[in-house]
Structures are given as C-alpha cells and as structure tokens.
T-cell receptor, first 113, second 113 residues
C-alpha cells in the first residue's frame, strides 16, 4: 500500500461545484502539504500543516481551503471551482524535524469545465 | 530568500549516453539540496539529497549529484541513461531556517532508443 494516498485520482467537474480532495498517510509524519502542478511551472504550495492544530497558507491559497482532521489526514477543498483551477494536485508529507525530504502521493488530476 | 533555477526545460539524450541536468540555487548559507524524479502518472520520488559533508552524493537508480558552492550548483548526473529514466526531474532547495522547500520548474528528460 502507498504511504501517501490521494483520492480521487481523477476528477472532472463543473464550474461552481464544491470539490474535496483527500490525502491520508501511514508514514506517521507530522507535516503535510498540498501543492498544485501546472505544466512548466513546477510545484506551487497551496497550504501546509505542521501538526493537527496548525494550518498555514502557501503562495497560492486563494480559492482553496484545507482541513487537518487527524495527524494522518489532510484534505483540500475548492469551495466554488473555476476552470483555472484545472491542474494536477499533490499531497506530501515530511518528518517533524527540519530539512527532511518530502514524500509525495501520486496526485489528483482535476479538470473543471 | 531561497530560489532554484533549472535552466533546461527539456533535455534529449540517446539511450546509453551520459546525462547532466543543471540546477542553480540562490541562498546565502549552505543550503539543503534535493533532486526528485516524477514519472508519468506518479508523484515525486526522492533521488538524492545533500546536507553537508562529501560534495558528491549518490542516489537511487544510479544517479549522483555534485554540490559546488563556488558555482551555487547542484547538478544531477548519470553515466548511462536507460529508457526508463525518461521523466520530469525537479531540483529543490531548503534553507537552514525554513521548513518549506523551493522547487525548480523541472527538466523533462526524453530518451531516444
């Protein structure tokens, strides 16, 4: 089983719909992250959380919200989806000490029509 | 502030040829450096990391990278490329006081038979 699991893997939806992307991990890591990937732009950080009671905005948080339901679960919501949120979304985790590498899920491909 | 530049958007090599992917970073002190690989339909996987010590680091899948402080570079190399190495490669930097890495925009590796 994957250490970092994202659901769904693919989603097609319409403008204005509310969407939730889920991430769960079995690595026991405290830190979790949501990224967006667009072709040629690399990874852009949306939100991150260093423990269950900690939520921080990343560089592109507008239009997104998150919930850290437990150490192992971190969900990303689009309250009212718009076409320019069409992208590949990744969840990642890392250990609580600094300077550790991140571990990524396989991504959710989201298309908003 | 930390930043990362991957000058090459695409690199094409023949199978069996050597490979070097470039990465330049901007950060005042010694950074923590990472290379990740993203195969189609998958998340990013850590290839190798540099924290301190020996400037030539070995990673998985036969890759290595060399940290050169004088050139602010951390280039990824492989002596003989296999068709399965075709993927997107990302360099990332993490400064000593930050908990959030900065990713380069990626280099797409194409391998010709």
């Amino acid at each position: 089983d994957a250490d970092v699991t994202q659901t769904p893997r693919n989603r097609i939806t319409k403008t204005g719909k509310r969407i939730m992307l889920e991430c769960s991990q079995t690595k026991g890591h405290d830190r979790m992250y949501w990224y967006r990937q667009d072709p040629g732009l690399g990874l852009q950080l949306i939100y991150y959380s260093f423990d269950v009671k900690d939520i921080n905005k990343g560089e592109i948080s507008d239009g997104y919200s998150v919930s850290r339901q437990a150490q192992a679960k971190f969900s990303l919501s689009l309250e009212s989806a718009i076409p320019n949120q069409t992208a590949l979304y990744f969840c990642a985790t890392s250990e609580g000490s600094s300077n550790q590498p991140q571990h990524f899920g396989d991504g959710t491909r989201l298309s908003i029509l | 502030a930390q930043s990362v530049t991957q000058p090459d958007i695409h690199i094409t090599v023949s199978e069996g040829a050597s490979l070097e992917l470039r990465c330049n970073y901007s950060y005042g002190a010694t950074p923590y450096l990472f290379w990740y690989v993203q195969s189609p339909g998958q998340g990013l996987q850590l290839l190798l990391k540099y924290f301190s010590g020996d400037t030539l680091v070995q990673g998985i899948k036969g890759f290595e990278a060399e940290f050169k402080r004088s050139q602010s570079s951390f280039n990824l190399r492989k002596p003989s490329v296999h068709w399965s190495d075709a993927a997107e490669y990302f360099c990332a930097v993490l400064s000593g006081g930050s908990y959030i890495p900065t990713f380069g925009r990626g280099t797409s590796l194409i391998v010709h038979p």
